[in-house]
């Protein structure tokens, strides 16, 4: 696709709250809540967070909720109807939207973390988390996936880095040589440094490979929850700093902790534009890197 061809997209970013439900409809109304409201607003791509599903363990038994091992298991019952119930909502309002993500057993039985993108003639896919966390190796049980993949929808090509994944540029550097115009980052951190992380990672990933990025985060106290518990973050979409885009790269971003929608309009052409017009030529120098890494000499003595 060349830029000129290029959509421009009014994506949404969801800072997302943690919550108990009563019953399954309970969920299936705040979903609908929170859809509703982005479509209405005008955005036609929907960005959930990492790890928003884990609100359905709210309705498990109370000594299921407070086991880690227990609530991954509890929650494989409801994984279908709760995929269907955003597919539905994406169909229904036309857009494209990623699902928030939720553990998901594998035929083999192990867990991964997986999201799924919907769009508006149904089920694009999923992608799997990359790389784990200490948390998720070491306490949780939940593995890495295997493969990323490039999302041909309305809304652009799209990539999808989930939280931790977004700290390693490879990830990004391939997803952005498959063609990926937009890359989606939703992500659950339990503190102020892990956000943090999270979110510069995001920004450098843009610059890097003068890209859009998209980050969705948890909010809020899940108490019930030891996996959800504590939920820090901010939303925000970012981009390159250069040519037509802020120079600190935010395009939007939250400035508090409420639950609700950071909104933009991104211009996939001009950012694309970047790469072969910008004040700087990351994407394209990054063979020079590589050229000067595999020479055995300095970043310095190569300029």
Not at 34 to 43: E, L, S, Y
Not at 114 to 135: E, I, N, S, Y
Not at 137 to 148: F, I, K, P, T, Y
Request: aromatic share 8%; proline share 6%.
């Amino acid at each position: 696709m060349s830029a000129n061809s290029l959509p421009a997209v009014t994506a949404a970013a969801a800072q997302y709250p943690i919550e108990a439900f009563a019953d399954f409809a309970d969920f299936q109304a705040k979903a609908v809540r929170w859809v509703q409201d982005a479509a209405n607003r005008g955005a036609e791509l929907l960005v959930f967070p990492e790890y928003g599903a884990m609100e359905l363990a709210s309705l498990l038994p109370a000594c299921e909720q407070g086991d880690l091992v227990a609530q991954l298991q509890g929650l494989q019952p409801w994984r279908d109807a709760f995929v269907e119930t955003w597919r539905e909502l994406a169909r229904e309002h036309g857009v494209t939207l990623l699902a928030p993500s939720l553990p998901w057993r594998l035929d083999d039985g192990r867990f991964v973390n997986r999201a799924w993108l919907c769009g508006p003639d149904g089920d694009l896919g999923h992608q799997d988390k990359q790389v784990m966390t200490r948390f998720e190796n070491d306490e949780w049980g939940v593995d890495a996936g295997h493969g990323l993949r490039v999302f041909d929808t309305p809304a652009g090509r799209l990539g999808v880095l989930i939280c931790y994944d977004s700290e390693f540029p490879l990830l990004a550097r391939a997803l952005v040589d498959a063609g990926a115009d937009i890359l989606l980052v939703p992500s659950c951190t339990d503190t102020e440094a892990g956000f943090q992380r999270v979110r510069l990672s995001a920004q450098a990933r843009a610059i890097e490979q003068q890209v859009a990025i998209v980050h969705s985060p948890t909010v809020g106290e899940a108490p019930w929850s030891p996996a959800v518990d504590i939920n820090i973050g901010r939303a925000g979409v970012y981009t390159p700093c250069d040519h037509g885009f802020p120079p600190d790269g935010v395009l939007s971003q939250a400035q508090d902790a409420r639950p609700g929608w950071q909104f933009a309009r991104l211009d996939l052409a001009g950012i694309r534009a970047l790469r072969d017009h910008g004040q700087v030529n990351n994407h394209a120098d990054w063979s020079l890197q590589d050229a000067c890494l595999a020479a055995g000499v300095s970043q310095e003595s190569c300029t």
